[in-house]
């Protein structure tokens, strides 16, 4: 009978904190993704915007109006600073997470080769037990001769 795999119950949790690891790096990767996306929309807006300053001043506007479309359009530039700011603490997250679920990987694979070659190793063990066992069979079935010059 193979014995069992003494490192278990480790093996078990580290794959446990590795599917858990798996599963926050995709949050993060999301989050990041939902980041830039915010980012792009802001910046496209701000792009849109500013060709309606374009066109109205080639129309001809007033200095107010200017200057309030200026003001929406700094206010709009601080949104996508901080959005900027947001999408490289949001890279940085999921570096951090991408480097978590390496570490988490690594340990798992070194747990698993050890199982990998206790199972081997009790794998060999257990053919060794039943050819032994096969051997003394046939060695019972057919009997030695006990005068090795007899023919049967």
Do not use: C
């Amino acid at each position: 009978m193979a014995q069992p795999f003494s490192l278990q119950p480790l093996l078990e949790l580290m794959q446990t904190r590795t599917d858990e690891a798996t599963r926050t790096l995709g949050k993060l990767i999301a989050a990041e993704q939902s980041q830039r996306s915010r980012l792009q929309m802001l910046e496209q807006y701000r792009e849109e915007y500013a060709q309606r300053l374009r066109e109205s001043i080639a129309q001809g506007i007033t200095r107010l109006v200017m200057l309030n479309y200026q003001d929406f359009l700094a206010r709009i530039d601080e949104a996508i600073a901080q959005q900027k700011l947001a999408v490289e603490n949001s890279e940085r997250s999921t570096k951090a997470g991408q480097e978590e679920w390496k570490a988490q990987n690594k340990q798992l694979k070194a747990i698993d080769t050890l199982s990998q070659r206790h199972d081997a190793r009790e794998r060999q063990r257990e053919n060794k037990i039943e050819q032994k066992l096969q051997d003394e069979f046939t060695t019972r079935k057919f009997g030695s001769p006990k005068n090795p010059d007899q023919e049967y």
